[in-house]
């Protein structure tokens, strides 16, 4: 059984508003940021959790700010997400 985690949720949750705020599907997003749509479609649904690298890669790919990714990490604690 694959697990979500709570990081990857909300980390997935945003992602998936902002490619779809952009009107772009998860193969457009996969193809500009070099990767492949069933990844794209893991991080979306939580089952990944992006390395810096790809949060930059899909930042440029959504041209958007890191911070319209992860901010929604700013307006909680972080034990929140790590279960302590």
């Known amino acids: 059984m694959i697990s979500v985690r709570r990081e990857g ?3 997935g949750k945003q ?3 902002m490619r779809l705020k952009r009107g772009l599907s998860q193969q457009t997003v996969a193809d500009r ?3 492949n749509y069933p990844y794209i479609s893991e991080l979306e649904r939580g089952l990944k959790v ?3 690298t790809m949060i ?3 930042a440029s790919a959504l041209d ?3 911070r319209d990714l992860v901010g929604v ?3 909680a604690s972080p034990d929140s997400f790590l279960g302590q």
Do not use: K, M, N, Q
Request: glycine share 4%; proline share 5%; charged share 25%.
């Open 50 to 52: 992006p390395t810096l």
């Open 15 to 17: 992602l998936r508003a």
């Open 73 to 75: 990490f700013d307006t």
């Open 56 to 58: 930059l890669r899909l």
């Open 33 to 35: 940021c070099g990767s």
């Open 64 to 66: 958007c700010r890191v």
């Open 9 to 11: 949720e909300a980390f």
